[in-house]
């Protein structure tokens, strides 16, 4: 079974700072890992995704992700945030078993606030 | 490319009550998924299906939700009877059958009062 724990529930920042957000997982088999981004009373939108290869991932609206495989990390981060960054943020695992089973299991969200 | 759609968006209904969702999956995904998000927590998975046979299901409440998707395409959710602790967003997401991401819909929040 995985788990997956979203260390910080809401994270405030000003705009143009720098944010990161924190995810660790946990899992007995290797996982694919995503971050997906939820705007209010919308459905969740495929933010960026490690699958395999480079540790590093770039994914939409300059996020990045670094998978720490001994740390089983995958942390998101922004150099600089705008306004329209405010949303909550969820971590999402699944494993790589071939049963046929994608259900991903997430975190439950960090509410990113950017400020003016 | 349209993505998945999902109706009606908003239910409001009184317990011990029935209620239907309806999802499209975004064209030639095989794969189906309804997730269930209470306020404050992430999705959890209720349901998947490849084409139209049921993969997991190991977390829907049987005795209450049902689901089919008979032609393989689109998929209906259905709770009968209702309970408040049902209020959620219901979320339908798709993917291809040899794909990993999951593309999701914008849900469909359902009230029992």
């Known amino acids: 079974a995985q788990s997956v724990t979203q260390l910080d529930s809401q994270v405030p920042v000003f705009e143009e700072a720098p944010v990161e957000l924190r995810c660790n997982y946990s899992?007995?088999?290797?996982?694919?890992l995503f971050w997906y981004v939820q705007y209010p009373n919308q459905g969740l939108q495929l933010l960026l995704k490690?699958?395999?290869?480079?540790?590093l991932v770039k994914g939409i609206n300059g996020f990045e992700a670094e998978f720490n495989k001994s740390q089983t990390s995958f942390h998101l981060r922004k150099p600089s945030v705008h306004i329209s960054d405010t949303a909550e943020y969820f971590c999402a695992v699944t494993d790589l078993m071939d049963t046929g089973r994608r259900a991903l299991t997430f975190g439950s969200g960090t509410r990113l606030q950017v400020q003016p | 490319e349209a993505g998945v759609a999902q109706s009606p968006r908003y239910k409001i209904i009184e317990k011990r009550q029935s209620v239907a969702f309806w999802c499209n999956p975004i064209s030639g995904h095989a794969t189906l998924y309804w997730y269930q998000q209470i306020l404050g927590q992430g999705p959890k998975l209720l349901i998947q299906f490849q084409n139209n046979g049921v993969v997991d299901d190991s977390q829907l409440p049987k005795d209450r939700f049902s689901a089919e998707r008979l032609k393989g395409v689109d998929s209906t959710l259905k709770i009968q009877p209702a309970k408040l602790e049902d209020s959620a967003v219901y979320l339908c997401?798709?993917?291809?059958?040899?794909?990993?991401?999951?593309?999701f819909g914008p849900g469909t929040r359902l009230t029992v009062t």
């Open positions: 899992s007995s088999v290797s996982v694919y």
């Open positions: 490690y699958l395999s290869g480079s540790t």
């Open positions: 997401a798709s993917s291809s059958s040899w794909g990993f991401e999951q593309y």
